[in-house]
């Protein structure tokens, strides 16, 4: 599995971040049902496992449920360093994640390893902490076999990063119908500035955290219609496994029966056809005419706002609510675009500077005022 790995990878991928649970309080993990869900997933000739060094108990559990039970030939691990302060404190603690991880995982290798999470907040702790010619060095000797990242951020921040980095190999990305034009998650340009550099991808989200499991009414009434007996997970899955430069699609599997579902339209993977394709353009235009803020994230709204609230990130977070009633991840979101220096939907002074520079002449004081009592509450 060397040169052409993208090209002959099975497409599903386990991703390892919300594994079954025994005690939600403890978090402690469920690995005889991981062991099973482990089995099921090999047994349907799919092969890549992926965890990180912060997904609390992954790599220890997938210790027990597949690299103890497996020759270690038999299947692809992949894992994650991360730099963020939340994470590490120093270089030190940033480079001790890799052995830590080899320990928890007794893995001896890993297939891939990324740097986790970059974003324009913390790339430069990546720079700083010699990440990128570290990760090259584990490779040099035969602990790595390809280096990528995972990135949340916009396209202009990834074309940035290759062209900084063209040893990354691979680039893991948040891919979903939902989000294929969303201005602030930004899927697809995302996608064809991997395609422009030539990176394979490896999908997060495509069922957008469970979310497309359960789309909203009118979505669910064209996936029904057009296939009955497929669920409305497995079409946002097999929509994004059809794109051309995707590698493999991650499934945060938490279950059997989510297991037994995501295989069995997986094992034998073929692409979409164009009627499918067409079905998928009618749930895309199906959400999109459900109210929301038509806010497009240029940020022009931004710089003159002297209370520096992220008024585009609050629609987002906003969005998330009125499109798909998620009350909770939508404050989770609103908490952190609204972390200091940044100001609250609550704390505009009303000043208009948004509404002169908005060029979609969003009554965005109004909005602000609904977002406040929506998601402060």
């Known amino acids: 599995m060397e040169k052409g790995f993208a090209k002959t990878m099975p497409k599903l991928g386990f991703g390892l971040m919300r594994l079954p649970r025994i005690n939600k309080e403890t978090d402690e993990i469920d690995v005889e049902q991981t062991k099973k869900m482990v089995d099921m997933f090999l047994d349907a000739g799919l092969k890549y496992f992926d965890?990180?060094?912060?997904y609390n108990g992954s790599e220890a559990a997938i210790k027990q449920?597949?690299?103890?039970?497996?020759?270690?030939?038999?299947y692809y691990l992949a894992t994650k360093l991360n730099a963020s302060a939340f994470a590490c404190k120093d270089e030190e603690s940033a480079k001790q994640e890799f052995f830590t991880s080899l320990e928890r995982t007794g893995a001896g290798y890993f297939d891939f390893y990324l740097l986790h999470a970059l974003s324009r907040n913390n790339i430069d702790k990546y720079n700083e902490y010699h990440i990128w010619e570290f990760a090259q060095e584990q490779k040099a000797k035969g602990l790595i076999k390809h280096v990528g990242f995972s990135f949340h951020d916009t396209?202009?921040?990834?074309?940035?990063?290759?062209?900084?980095?063209?040893?990354?190999?691979f680039v893991q990305l948040q891919l979903n119908y939902a989000d294929w034009e969303s201005p602030t998650v930004q899927s697809r340009k995302c996608y064809e500035v991997c395609e422009k550099y030539g990176k394979p991808v490896v999908v997060m989200e495509p069922v957008k955290g469970g979310t497309l499991a359960d789309p909203p009414q009118p979505v669910k009434e064209i996936l029904t219609k057009a296939e009955p007996d497929m669920s409305p997970a497995s079409w946002a899955i097999r929509y994004i496994a059809s794109l051309p430069n995707v590698m493999v699609v991650l499934s945060g599997m938490s279950s059997i029966e989510q297991m037994a579902d995501n295989t069995s339209y997986m094992?034998?993977?073929?692409?979409?056809?164009?009627?499918?394709?067409?079905t998928i353009r009618s749930a895309q235009k199906a959400l999109s005419e459900i109210p929301q803020i038509p806010c497009t994230a240029c940020k022009y709204c931004v710089d003159g706002?002297?209370?520096q609230i992220r008024i585009p990130d609050i629609f987002a977070a906003m969005n998330r609510e009125m499109i798909f009633s998620q009350t909770e991840a939508a404050k989770r979101a609103y908490a952190n675009a609204t972390k200091e220096p940044h100001g609250k939907a609550s704390?505009?002074?009303?000043?208009?500077?948004c509404e002169d520079a908005c060029p979609q002449h969003l009554p965005i004081r109004e909005l602000l005022v609904k977002c406040a009592e929506a998601?402060?509450?």
């Open 65 to 74: 449920a597949l690299v103890d039970r497996y020759p270690r030939e038999s």
């Open 305 to 307: 706002c002297p209370m």
């Open 267 to 278: 094992k034998d993977f073929k692409g979409m056809n164009e009627m499918e394709q067409e």
């Open 375 to 377: 998601l402060e509450n």
């Open 347 to 353: 704390e505009c002074i009303q000043c208009g500077a």
């Open 51 to 54: 965890t990180a060094f912060v």
């Open 155 to 169: 396209a202009d921040v990834l074309e940035s990063i290759l062209q900084a980095h063209p040893e990354a190999e």
